[in-house]
Nanobody
Framework: QVKLVESGGGSVQAGGSLRLSCAAP????????MGWFRQAQGKERESVAA????????YYAASVKGRFTISQDNAKNTVYLQMNNLKPEDSAMYYC????????????????????WGQGTQVTVSS
């Protein structure tokens, strides 16, 4: 298990922006894949975005493409999620996740494909 520290959630009005951050401060190896998934109350978990450290390729769910941007700082094993033009349907608990088994190399992972995830940070978007 990799300890992940998330920050940046909060409440915002529709059309606003938030930036989530996630670090793996105690993990000394390079993380191949870092990403975010979310879970709204009463709904299943949904993958949001992922990025691969090898070539920096990024993948997004159709629901957030064009509004969210994932980026990383490989040296710090840190990943960011810039969320713009937020909508009420983006309201959810957002979880940072990593895959350290080296089994993922392309595409947007399903939530259960990650090997570790954080405690989550709440994002609430009001209309």
């Amino acid at each position: 298990q990799v300890k992940l520290v998330e920050s940046g959630g909060g409440s915002v009005q529709a059309g606003g922006s938030l930036r989530l951050s996630c670090a793996a401060p105690e993990y000394t190896k390079s993380v191949n894949c870092m990403g975010w998934f979310r879970q709204a109350q009463g709904k299943e978990r949904e993958s949001v975005a992922a990025i691969y450290s090898g070539d920096g390729s990024a993948y997004y769910a159709a629901s957030v493409k064009g509004r969210f941007t994932i980026s990383q700082d490989n040296a710090k094993n840190t990943v960011y999620l810039q969320m713009n033009n937020l909508k009420p349907e983006d309201s959810a608990m957002y979880y940072c996740a990593v895959e350290t088994a080296g089994l993922l190399w392309v595409g947007l992972p399903a939530p259960n494909e990650y090997t570790s995830w954080g405690q989550g940070t709440q994002v609430t978007v009001s209309s």
